[in-house]
Nanobody, 124 residues
């Protein structure tokens, strides 16, 4: 069982930055692939970025390449999403997800565990 809790969301002006965190419970963090997804009102959950179990392979959505960076710290059982140059279209609830496999995975249905989400709002 993997339990995930996101934090770090908030309100920011366009061009600003936010750093999201996802903390995992237990001692299994190093054995899971992780991903970040987002969902805006009226839209489907959208892939943002994913990282493999070892952290060696990363996949980014085209819409966030060059602006967002994923990283993980196994000692702290956490994965992070650094978001720079934020745009209003980045506004959404952001979720972290995990799967006990190598990964990375880019489809929501490929993940087994999800956090509760954290709201990110980018004003014009």
């Amino acid at each position: 069982q993997v339990q995930l809790v996101e934090s770090g969301g908030g309100l920011v002006q366009a061009g600003g930055s936010l750093r999201l965190s996802c903390a995992a419970s237990g001692r299994t963090f190093s054995s899971v692939a992780m991903g970040w997804f987002r969902q805006a009102p009226g839209k489907e959950r959208e892939f943002v970025v994913a990282i493999s179990r070892s952290g060696a392979r990363l996949l980014y959505a085209d819409s966030v390449k060059g602006r967002f960076t994923i990283s993980r710290d196994n000692a702290k059982n956490s994965v992070y999403l650094q978001m720079n140059s934020l745009k209003p279209e980045d506004t959404a609830v952001y979720y972290c997800a995990a799967r006990q496999a190598v990964g990375p995975f880019v489809v929501p249905s490929e993940y087994d565990y999800w956090g509760q989400g954290t709201q990110v709002t980018v004003s014009s």
